[in-house]
């Protein structure tokens, strides 16, 4: 089977960025000012674990959520600072005021609203799934993943992670900190599977970031989830001026292009039973 496999429906990215309201002064309390000096800094947090998303290349940051952060700074006025932040450091880096908003492909979830407040969502994703074209006709099949002891890779602190322990409890839990090196692992054959949102799928099996093996993609999406970016809990004027603002970016194309920068992608697929 080769990734030309014969599917029907799509699979596309969708940026759903929508309206939000006032204006918001960083490192104030809500209510005090009623709009953002020229000079005011909006710190943003970021893991740079996640390509397309966010990650290093050529020693800098890159990626749809670095691209956002500009854009939104020049529509902001507000002065940018980006904070490199691991991954399960994020919120509490948030809650403590060492960051104003979290700009990392945070996947919405229950238990994130409960700690953070969410700005409206900026690109509906899935988990999905990676492996080596060479096992595709001994792993390929939805049932392959049920099997005791397949060795599935997943990324720390994730809704990859949590999907695998929920749903596959026979699988051999493979924890990395980030999606690359979790994909070396696959091509290596350290592992079966990588579980991850789609986003790293379609990057690691269409775009030629690969290393020694050729990866392929099962692109019926596992779950759906929304990506977006979240604020202090309590904090609505800079939940509204970050709304406002992203919805002009919207308005504009912005948004689109960049994510079509980083994945120029659309999928072909019908459901696989199973799954």
């Known amino acids: 089977m080769k990734r030309t496999w014969s599917m029907a429906g799509s699979i596309v990215l969708a940026a759903l960025l929508v309206v939000g309201g006032c204006s918001w002064l960083p490192g104030k309390p809500a209510g005090t000012v009623s709009?953002?000096?020229?000079a005011a800094s909006l710190r943003v947090g970021m893991a740079a674990n996640y390509p397309p998303i966010s990650?290093?290349?050529?020693?800098?940051?890159?990626?749809?959520?670095?691209?956002?952060?500009?854009?939104?700074a020049r529509e902001t006025g507000l002065t940018l600072t980006i904070k490199q932040v691991p991954w399960r450091e994020l919120i509490p880096a948030l809650q403590s005021g060492k960051i104003d908003v979290i700009m990392s492909g945070m996947s919405v979830t229950d238990a994130r609203a409960q700690e953070v407040t969410f700005i409206e969502p900026y690109l509906r994703t899935g988990q999905m799934v990676l492996l080596r074209e060479q096992d595709v006709p001994r792993l390929g099949l939805p049932e392959n993943l049920h099997e005791p002891g397949r060795r599935i890779a997943v990324v720390d602190a994730t809704t990859g992670e949590q999907y695998v322990r929920s749903h596959l409890p026979k699988a051999q839990v493979v924890v990395f900190d980030g999606s690359e090196a979790a994909v070396?692992?696959?091509a290596?054959?350290?592992?079966?599977?990588f579980i991850h949102d789609a986003p790293s799928i379609w990057r690691f099996s269409m775009s030629g970031n690969r290393d020694s093996a050729e990866l392929v993609g099962l692109?019926?999406?596992?779950?759906q989830e929304y990506l977006a970016w979240?604020?202090?809990?309590?904090?609505?004027?800079?939940?509204?001026?970050?709304?406002?603002?992203?919805?002009?970016?919207?308005?504009?194309?912005?948004?689109d292009a960049i994510v079509r920068r980083w994945v120029d992608t659309q999928v072909e697929v019908s459901p696989i039973k199973g799954y």
Do not use: M
């Open 184 to 186: 070396r692992a696959l």
């Open 230 to 255: 979240a604020v202090r809990r309590g904090d609505t004027r800079l939940k509204a001026l970050l709304d406002a603002a992203a919805l002009k970016l919207k308005q504009r194309g912005i948004v």
């Open 35 to 38: 709009a953002p000096a020229p």
């Open 188 to 193: 290596a054959g350290k592992v079966d599977y």
């Open 55 to 72: 990650f290093r290349q050529g020693g800098e940051l890159a990626g749809i959520e670095v691209d956002l952060a500009r854009e939104l």
């Open 219 to 223: 692109y019926t999406p596992l779950t």
